[in-house]
């Protein structure tokens, strides 16, 4: 097989921490592959001196497959290579998994670091569930009987007569969340704190809002200036009064930077002059006309400043709200500690895990410095495929057993669809601006499409560039992004 240059370059770099950006239809699981073979050819390393996660027990299936066929077609070539032999042989016990497969094992085999039985078994969802119910019925019916102030007013801000459901489901929907960090709890507490301010101006409250103000800023400029290129291309005299639309948006702006509060006052003040009239003699194109006064009167009026007057509370109110929210929301933070800490007890008490716990677990595990170096040791390359996918523990959970230079990470954050199951996309692109800076890693872009004809291709790159910018997907949908047509080599 022919492979791209940078298709090369994935597969021969050594040395370095590597992130390969791979896009779809671009080989990657062909180059990983070639790698992870190549390093078992031509380095003598044993595949069990490799760590390979995948993100499903079918594609590490796949890997395995791919990876014993290609070192059957090399042993026919050279049948009395004893290294490939041995190693065609240990495939089926090497460590190819998903990385709740590797926990698993590393847990059964360490289990006396944590004390834990290692007999422990996963339980499935039904048994979750009523598990997670009755400690959060036990927490709820002391608290009731000790008639625990604090979670009193919880229960009177969010529950409604007779019915702690929906304040049950918030402490579900908390503790679940907060599993994706490598300390939960501290995570948590760490984001109440945020309510806990002085001055509102400095808070990331108001900088996130600030943020969304601008953004919807920035596309209303655009819908303006499409109207405007409307009216120029169709000598409309809609022109002038656009313009007026754009330099208000655009002072407006400008206060935004310097005064929220004046902001809120120019904006509810705000007037919309009127389109000149068209006279029935006029030689203009009337569905452009049609369609100018449709874009002013919904996108930039209606979907556009009107949406920009919504914000309309100002810094003191606010202010006041974070000091009434603060002590409710540590309240409930306590309540979550509470059931996170009692849950794990009635887990272990019936010596069953969940997801989550294997990876918390795990990384308990590793936080023991003998048992993170052995694996150290033992891992002489690491790989990890659709990296996109990771979150603060699993990638917690690779850095400690890392060495300096012997990671492979491959992902396309573009994919990246599993936030639901708790995925960090913005994992892999904080690690893609590092290792494009970082000399001592490289960020290697397979933009290349094999699978894809160049009409679909087009049509991708069209929309992508359009919604995809760093404000709204957190990356920018720019030359090293963009689907590359490629006859399919051969």
């Not at 929906?166 to 300390?183: A, D, G, H, M, P």
């Not at 009107?306 to 100002?314: D, F, R, V």
């Not at 150290?376 to 917690?396: A, C, G, L, P």
Request: charged content about 30%.
């Amino acid at each position: 097989m022919k492979w791209s240059i940078n298709q090369q370059d994935a597969i021969n770099t050594r040395g370095k921490n590597i992130l390969v950006s791979a896009a779809a239809g671009s080989g990657k699981t062909a180059v990983l592959t070639q790698r992870i073979v190549d390093i078992i050819i031509k380095e003598k390393i044993s595949i069990d001196s490799m760590l390979i996660l995948t993100f499903t027990k079918a594609a590490a299936n796949e890997m395995k497959s791919r990876i014993q066929s290609r070192l059957y077609k090399y042993l026919q070539e050279n049948s009395k290579d004893i290294h490939i032999k041995n190693q065609i042989g240990l495939i089926g016990q090497a460590n190819i998994s998903t990385m709740h497969a590797f926990c698993v094992g590393l847990l059964r085999e360490n289990f006396e670091v944590l004390d834990i039985d290692p007999n422990f078994t996963l339980g499935n969802n039904s048994v979750i569930s009523i598990l997670k119910d009755e400690t959060i019925q036990e927490i709820f019916e002391e608290k009731y009987e000790s008639q625990d102030e604090v979670f009193l007013n919880l229960v009177n801000i969010y529950s409604k007569r007779n019915d702690d459901s929906y304040l049950i489901n918030i402490v579900y929907q908390i503790y679940t969340f907060i599993q994706s960090k490598k300390e939960p709890i501290k995570w948590l507490y760490e984001q109440a704190e945020k309510y806990n301010i002085k001055n509102i101006n400095d808070s990331e409250y108001m900088s996130v809002m600030k943020k969304d103000i601008r953004l919807n800023i920035e596309s209303l400029k655009s819908i303006i200036q499409n109207a405007i290129d409307l009216c120029k291309n169709a000598n409309l005299k809609y022109e002038e009064t656009l313009i007026q639309d754009m330099e208000n948006l655009i002072y407006l702006e400008q206060i935004l930077q310097k005064d929220y509060d004046l902001f809120i006052k120019e904006v509810s003040q705000l007037k919309y002059p009127k389109l000149k009239s068209i006279r029935k003699n006029e030689d203009v194109d009337m569905s452009v006309v049609e369609k100018v006064k449709n874009i002013r009167d919904y996108h930039i009026k209606k979907y556009g400043f009107e949406e920009l007057k919504k914000h309309n509370i100002t810094t003191s109110i606010y202010a006041k709200q974070m000091k009434d929210y603060y002590p409710v929301i540590l309240s409930l933070c306590k309540l979550v500690e509470e059931f996170a800490s009692r849950y794990m007890v009635a887990k272990l008490e019936k010596n069953i895990f969940d997801f989550n716990d294997l990876e918390h677990q795990t990384l308990k595990i590793l936080n023991d410095e003998d048992c993170a170096n052995k694996l150290k040791q033992k891992y002489k390359y690491i790989f990890y495929d659709e990296y996109q996918d990771s979150n603060e523990v699993q990638d917690t959970i690779i850095q400690k057993i890392a060495s300096k230079d012997n990671l492979f990470f491959v992902g396309d954050v573009k994919q990246s669809i599993y936030r639901f199951r708790l995925a960090e996309p913005q994992i892999f692109i904080d690690k893609y601006e590092l290792y494009k800076a970082d000399e001592n890693s490289k960020k290697i872009d397979l933009s290349e499409n094999f699978r894809s004809s160049s009409r679909v291709i087009d049509f991708c790159n069209m929309i992508f560039e359009k919604i995809m910018t760093k404000d709204v997907a957190g990356i920018e949908y720019d030359d090293s992004a963009r689907l590359k047509y490629q006859q399919k080599k051969i």
